[in-house]
């Protein structure tokens, strides 16, 4: 099947789930779920290390294609994207019943899945800058599912701006490196690498490209977004901002990674960032009781390690980063979907007031234990494997106990989250709860179940994901096949004195829990100094630097905007004019024709126009000056313009003379001397400079070249005589499109204008 | 703006301003016209028609949001392009057929999108300005 075919049914499949998803059907879990069917029949092709391709082409002039490529990196994040998806939209049937807007939820969150999709296919480097920014812009939706609260607002608001400022970085470091390697093909640049490598730009490709996948990802000091994102509902959070979307930032260092390994700003940065946003997120974590924000910090967490084992050099570390990412999201999905259900079956979802639920939830309770055990890396969950790849990358590395040193601080934490999640909610005496709480239904319960025997199946048998999906990512993430034995007893190695030592502080963590948290979250600084503090005070400066523009530019009067407007069209103008030495006198032979007449209608129109005494005299003045063109062009051969002119003379008088006779405007000329004086100069200035432009116009000589074209084919090509709207909805059809776009946004923003008008006249609230 | 007159004489230049508006967007390909001034026209039909009778009459008259004029105008227009992409030509590249000598093109779709779109950027405007 073809690729681009896939992407194109994803994005068309929106509308089917909108109306699926508005009556809250599980039906609509069909949708991911065929796509998810579809990507693992490629499976057995791309195991044998080939890769699909599919390619369109885009805008051939700028060298740009819609590239598509699927290769085991590929394949493992479409599969856990449309497999996740599947689970998510199942368990948001359910879920989301009695929430409004559903069908608009429903659909940005398909687009959003098909987005991703076309983000992992890519293999244009400026495809892929499209489809990511396009998953920025759906996240900003669905974190702004509840557009009423002001929390909601300001998380999908800083959403948006921190991962597009990111992305717009990145762009900026796409377009430097394809100038470089003279295209955007990732494949193609991945068959450059030495040469990339070895530019004097490579550094700051790095820096500008790190700086999106940073943003995307969450990496500290550019973490906040992501916790603040926790106001979505659970699915969202499950679906973006744990399983996927933040994954796409490591997903494009890990694409690139073949290109730059190695390289000492690559190792710095990603090494770097990666360590310090594990030491944050493990801090942090630690701080929460609510278990959304409790689980979006040990996803920060997570993507900390995933971006540090990128850093690190050679193969060990890329069968690390494949394994890591697919245990992470196959956990860490099932277990917010948990904190989900506890949320919606308790009504509460703090972790210091919840206790005991097993009793009323057992369903639940082993679900969130089975994920909360491969999140704690034990055996025999595929978690354990994971971490001890991690720890066996780290010992590898040539600072290895720094390395080593950070992962067990980050994995200890890890330990204690998972035991909140598991042990705090679910074990102990029961706790009374705003709700009764009981087991949800199938729908919510059969997509964490699945992720969380997965996470089991996984571990006992490693190779049935070991071959067909994490080896063929992990070459691609490397940039050459890959030989490793997956497998959870490696024996008695440092790896596995390391996982005890995990589980030793991890539990000692926990049991000291609540005197570590009240200490930590006493710390004041973090919210006074902290990055989301940074965002607040820089959202405020853009506000002042606006305010201070607008009251320095905007006076707020129509007479002076229209004054400085026609003036410095007119003094641009004459400036043309006169440097350009462009005048010129055209012939004036044969100008006494009959139309003349029109000529002085015009002129008196005019005179009219100046001599009215009010509005209403003003406005059919003009009107009459708007018809008198409108004739002219009618004589001179035009009777299409003639008749659209007419056409907006007309709708323009009854518009205008509706408003003139609701609002106060002042009956009589109320200028001084002076301004009379200013207004007619720059008015008298302004047509002098049209009419000199004018004649320069004329006396050129006319070139016939495009008028000849679109008479000559006007007929056989488009099959109109009318050549005015051949032209309109055929040859210049895209402009066409363009300009009607500008009308009605012009119409919406003119009424919200009136609205917003209205609402300050009449005192309403705002 | 609630004179007699323009409540009267509105209530004949309604109909017969759309009948007008169409025959000139239908003609618009051979001889002038088109869904531009086609749009105008129908939209000053409108106008004159609620500007005595106010919002609700605009909207009774209309049965959609003004907003949905430009929304579908703008879809149709967009749709209008797409049978080019799929016989893998370029975008907006108009498709002709002429069944029983009847020409047919999605050029025609193209005007009505500009139509409605014209019509629904000008009374959302007016829809705005009306008091309700």
Same mark, same amino acid.
């Given at each position: 099947?073809?690729l681009?075919?896939?992407?194109?049914?994803?994005?068309?499949s929106?509308?089917?789930?909108?109306?699926?998803?508005?009556?809250?059907?599980?039906?609509?879990?069909?949708?991911?779920?065929?796509?998810?069917?579809?990507?693992?029949?490629?499976?057995?092709?791309?195991?044998e290390?080939?890769a699909v391709?599919?390619?369109?082409?885009?805008?051939?002039?700028?060298?740009?294609?819609?590239?598509f490529?699927?290769?085991?990196?590929?394949?493992v994040f479409?599969?856990?994207?449309?497999?996740?998806?599947?689970?998510?939209?199942l368990?948001?049937?359910?879920?989301?019943?009695a929430?409004?807007?559903?069908?608009?939820?429903?659909?940005?969150?398909?687009?959003?899945m098909a987005?991703?999709?076309g983000?992992?296919?890519?293999?244009?480097?400026?495809l892929?800058v499209?489809?990511w920014?396009?998953?920025?812009?759906?996240?900003?939706?669905?974190?702004?599912?509840?557009p009423?609260?002001?929390?909601?607002?300001?998380?999908?608001?800083?959403?948006?701006?921190?991962?597009?400022?990111?992305?717009?970085?990145?762009?900026a470091?796409?377009?430097?490196l394809?100038?470089?390697a003279?295209?955007?093909?990732?494949s193609?640049l991945?068959?450059?690498?030495?040469?990339?490598?070895?530019?004097?730009?490579?550094?700051?490709?790095?820096?500008?490209?790190a700086?999106?996948a940073?943003?995307?990802?969450?990496?500290?000091?550019?973490?906040?977004?992501?916790?603040?994102?926790?106001?979505?509902?659970?699915?969202?959070?499950?679906?973006l901002?744990?399983?996927?979307?933040?994954?796409?930032?490591?997903?494009?260092?890990?694409?690139?990674?073949?290109?730059?390994?190695?390289?000492q700003?690559w190792?710095?940065?990603?090494?770097?960032?990666?360590?310090?946003?594990?030491?944050?997120g493990?801090?942090? %974590?630690l701080?929460?009781?609510?278990?959304?924000?409790v689980?979006?910090?040990?996803?920060?967490?997570?993507?900390?390690?995933?971006v540090?084992m990128?850093g690190?050099p050679g193969?060990?570390?890329?069968?690390a980063?494949?394994?890591?990412?697919?245990?992470?999201a196959?956990?860490?999905?099932?277990?917010f979907?948990?904190?989900?259900?506890?949320?919606?079956?308790?009504?509460?979802?703090?972790?210091?007031?919840?206790g005991?639920? #097993?009793?009323?939830?057992?369903?639940?309770?082993?679900?969130?234990f089975?994920?909360?055990?491969?999140?704690?890396g034990?055996?025999?969950?595929?978690g354990?494997?994971?971490?001890?790849?991690?720890?066996?990358?780290?010992?590898?590395?040539?600072t290895?106990w720094?390395v080593?040193?950070?992962?067990?601080?980050?994995?200890a934490?890890?330990?204690v989250?998972?035991?909140?999640?598991?042990w705090?909610?679910?074990?102990?005496p029961?706790? +009374?709860?705003?709700?009764?709480?009981?087991? +949800?239904?199938?729908a919510?319960?059969?997509?964490?179940?699945?992720?969380?025997?997965?996470?089991l199946?996984?571990?006992l048998?490693?190779?049935?994901?070991?071959?067909?999906?994490?080896?063929?990512?992990?070459a691609?993430?490397?940039?050459?096949?890959?030989?490793?034995?997956l497998?959870?007893?490696?024996?008695?190695?440092?790896?596995?004195?390391?996982?005890?030592?995990?589980?030793?502080?991890?539990?000692?963590?926990?049991?000291?829990?609540?005197r570590?948290?009240?200490?930590?979250?006493?710390?004041?600084?973090?919210?006074?100094?902290?990055?989301?503090?940074?965002y607040?005070?820089?959202m405020?400066?853009?506000?002042?630097v606006?305010?201070?523009?607008?009251q320095?530019?905007?006076?707020g009067?129509?007479?002076?905007y229209?004054?400085?407007?026609?003036?410095v069209?007119?003094?641009?103008?004459f400036?043309?004019?006169?440097?350009?030495?462009?005048?010129?006198?055209?012939?004036?032979?044969?100008?006494?024709?009959?139309?003349?007449?029109?000529?002085?209608?015009?002129?008196?129109?005019?005179?009219?126009?100046?001599?009215?005494?009010?509005?209403?005299?003003g406005?059919?003045?003009?009107?009459?000056?708007?018809?008198?063109?409108?004739?002219?062009?009618?004589?001179?051969?035009?009777p299409?313009?003639?008749?659209?002119?007419?056409s907006?003379?007309?709708?323009?008088i009854?518009?205008l003379?509706?408003?003139?006779?609701?609002?106060p405007?002042?009956?009589?000329?109320?200028?001084? #001397?002076?301004?009379?004086?200013?207004d007619?100069?720059?008015?008298?200035?302004?047509g002098?400079? %049209?009419?000199?432009?004018?004649?320069?116009?004329?006396?050129?000589?006319?070139?016939?070249?495009?008028s000849?074209?679109?008479?000559?084919?006007s007929?056989?090509?488009?099959?109109?005589?009318?050549?005015?709207?051949?032209?309109?909805?055929?040859f210049r059809?895209?402009?066409?499109?363009?300009?009607?776009?500008?009308?009605?946004?012009?119409?919406?923003?003119?009424?919200?204008?009136?609205a917003?008008?209205?609402?300050?006249?009449?005192?309403?609230?705002? | 703006?609630?004179?007699?007159?323009?409540l009267?004489?509105?209530?004949?230049?309604?109909?017969?301003?759309?009948?007008f508006?169409?025959?000139?967007?239908?003609?618009?390909?051979?001889?002038?016209?088109?869904?531009?001034?086609?749009?105008?026209?129908?939209?000053a039909?409108?106008?004159?028609?609620?500007?005595?009778?106010?919002r609700?009459?605009?909207?009774?008259l209309?049965?959609?949001?003004?907003?949905?004029?430009?929304?579908?105008?703008?879809?149709?227009?967009?749709?209008s392009?797409?049978?080019g992409?799929l016989?893998?030509?370029?975008?907006?590249?108009?498709?002709?057929?002429?069944?029983?000598g009847?020409?047919?093109?999605?050029?025609?779709?193209?005007?009505?999108?500009?139509?409605?779109?014209?019509?629904?950027?000008?009374?959302?405007?007016?829809?705005?300005?009306l008091?309700a």
């Open positions: 099947m073809d681009a075919l896939v992407v194109f049914i994803a994005f068309a929106a509308p089917l789930a909108a109306w699926l998803g508005g009556r809250s059907s599980p039906v609509m879990a069909c949708v991911p779920l065929v796509l998810a069917i579809c990507f693992l029949g490629f499976a057995p092709l791309v195991a290390g080939q391709t599919a390619a369109r082409d885009w805008i051939p002039s700028l060298g740009i294609t819609a590239a490529r699927l290769d085991g990196l590929s394949l479409a599969l856990l994207i449309t497999g996740v998806g599947t689970a998510v939209f368990y948001a049937s359910l879920y989301l019943k929430y409004p807007r559903l069908p608009r939820f429903y659909a940005a969150l398909t687009l959003f987005a991703m999709l983000a992992v296919l890519a293999d244009d480097l400026l892929l499209v489809f920014e396009l998953t920025s812009l759906t996240s900003f939706l669905l974190i702004g599912f509840s009423e609260k002001a929390a909601s607002r300001r998380a999908a608001q800083q959403g948006l701006l921190v991962t597009v400022g990111g992305g717009l970085a990145m762009l470091g796409v377009i430097i394809g100038q470089i003279g295209s955007y093909s990732i193609g991945i068959a450059r690498k030495a040469e990339i490598a070895g530019h004097p730009l490579a550094s700051t490709i790095i820096c500008l490209l700086a999106g940073f943003a995307k990802s969450a990496q500290a000091p550019l973490h906040p977004w992501l916790a603040n994102a926790m106001v979505a509902p659970t699915p969202v959070s499950a679906f901002h744990s399983a996927t979307m933040v994954k796409l930032g490591v997903y494009l260092l890990a694409r690139l990674s073949p290109v730059f390994e190695g390289h700003s190792v710095l940065l990603l090494t770097g960032f990666g360590g310090l946003t594990m030491l944050v493990a801090v942090l %974590a701080r929460e009781t609510d278990l959304k924000r689980l979006a910090y040990s996803t920060i967490i997570s993507l900390g390690t995933l540090l990128i690190i193969d060990l570390s890329a069968m980063v494949v394994t890591f990412l697919v245990v992470h196959l956990y860490k999905a099932c277990l979907l948990v904190a989900g259900i506890v949320d919606h079956e308790t009504g509460t979802r703090d972790s210091a007031a919840l005991g639920l #097993r009793h009323a939830m057992p369903l639940t309770a082993l679900v969130a089975a994920g909360s055990l491969s999140m704690a034990l055996p025999p969950f595929i354990f494997a994971a971490k001890e790849l991690v720890y066996e990358t780290g010992l590898a590395a040539s290895s720094l080593v040193a950070v992962a067990l601080v980050a994995n934490v890890m330990v989250i998972a035991c909140i999640v598991s705090r909610c679910f074990a102990g029961p706790r +009374p709860t705003p709700r009764k709480p009981h087991d +949800p239904g199938v919510m319960l059969a997509g964490p179940l699945v992720l969380a025997s997965l996470g199946v996984f571990g048998a490693p190779w049935l994901v070991s071959d067909t999906l994490i080896l063929p990512a992990a691609a993430v490397a940039g050459h096949p890959i030989d490793y034995n497998a959870l007893w490696h024996g008695f190695t440092p790896m596995l004195l390391l996982s005890l030592l995990t589980l030793g502080l991890g539990v000692a963590a926990f049991g000291s829990w609540t570590i948290r009240t200490q930590l979250s006493g710390v004041e600084q973090i919210a006074l100094w902290g990055p989301d503090r940074v607040d005070r820089a405020e400066g853009l506000q002042s606006a305010r201070w523009q607008t320095a530019i905007q006076s009067s129509l007479r002076s229209t004054g400085y407007t026609v003036a069209a007119a003094l641009a103008g400036a043309t004019l006169i440097s350009q030495g462009g005048f010129a006198w055209p012939s004036f032979a044969g100008i006494w024709q009959p139309e003349l007449v029109i000529a002085v209608l015009l002129v008196a129109a005019t005179l009219a126009v100046l001599r009215a005494r009010n509005f209403v005299a406005i059919a003045a003009a009107g009459l000056v708007g018809f008198a063109v409108a004739l002219l062009f009618l004589f001179q051969g035009a299409d313009l003639a008749f659209t002119q007419f907006v003379e007309a709708l323009s009854v518009i003379l509706a408003i003139v006779g609701r609002l405007f002042r009956d009589s000329d109320y200028r001084r #001397r002076g301004e009379k004086l200013r007619g100069t720059i008015a008298l200035g302004a002098v400079m %049209a009419t000199l432009v004018m004649l320069s116009v004329l006396a050129q000589p006319f070139d016939a070249r495009l000849d074209f679109f008479r000559a084919e007929v056989p090509q488009a099959h109109g005589r009318n050549l005015v709207n051949v032209i309109i909805v055929d059809a895209l402009d066409t499109l363009g300009e009607i776009a500008v009308l009605g946004l012009a119409g919406i923003a003119a009424a919200a204008v009136i917003g008008l209205r609402r300050a006249t009449t005192g309403g609230t705002r | 703006m609630n004179s007699l007159i323009l009267t004489s509105s209530r004949i230049v309604l109909p017969v301003a759309i009948l508006s169409v025959y000139v967007l239908l003609r618009g390909h051979n001889e002038p016209g088109g869904g531009f001034i086609g749009g105008l026209i129908a939209a039909g409108i106008a004159v028609h609620s500007l005595p009778r106010g609700n009459a605009l909207v009774r209309l049965r959609v949001s003004p907003k949905a004029l430009i929304g579908s105008g703008l879809m149709l227009a967009l749709l392009g797409l049978p992409l016989l893998a030509e370029p975008f907006l590249q108009h498709q002709w057929a002429f069944p029983g009847l020409p047919l093109s999605t050029t025609l779709v193209f005007d009505v999108g500009v139509y409605l779109c014209v019509i629904g950027a000008v009374l959302t405007f007016l829809a705005y300005y008091e």
